[in-house]
Nanobody, 121 residues
Framework: VQLQASGGGWVQAGGSLRLSCVAS????????MGWFRQAPGKERKFVGE????????WYTDSVKGRFTISRDNAKNTMYLQMNSLKPEDTAVYYC???????????????WGQGTQVTVSS
């Protein structure tokens, strides 16, 4: 599956952004989908993931209550709604697809190209 992430940009602290990830192909619903982020000079880190039918999600502690992942299998699209953004959320955000067991945060097999999110204080 090929993935295309979009929706990044610049926002002030406390603001919101919604990222999208569009997948190619007809097997989108067979993948667990996830979001990762990589801040400058740091390793890529898991943000959260959503199960195949979209009725369950889980997140890393730092974004719980602020970020929401959703998906629309009819549109081959996953979303990341980010609210109450903080400067420490500044990173390149990547979407990913995997065939692993949901809840294990990986391994992911396919990655999007990344979209930059910058949060100013």
């Amino acid at each position: 599956v090929q993935l295309q992430a979009s929706g990044g940009g610049w926002v002030q602290a406390g603001g919101s952004l919604r990222l999208s990830c569009v997948a190619s192909g007809r097997t989108f619903s067979s993948y667990v989908m996830g979001w990762f982020r990589q801040a400058p000079g740091k390793e890529r880190k898991f943000v959260g993931e959503i199960n195949r039918n979209g009725d369950s999600t889980w997140y890393t502690d730092s974004v719980k209550g602020r970020f929401t992942i959703s998906r629309d299998n009819a549109k081959n699209t996953m979303y990341l709604q980010m609210n109450s953004l903080k400067p420490e959320d500044t990173a390149v955000y990547y979407c990913a697809a995997g065939r692993h067991t949901y809840g294990s945060s990986g391994p992911y097999n396919s990655w999007g190209q990344g979209t930059q999110v910058t949060v100013s204080s």
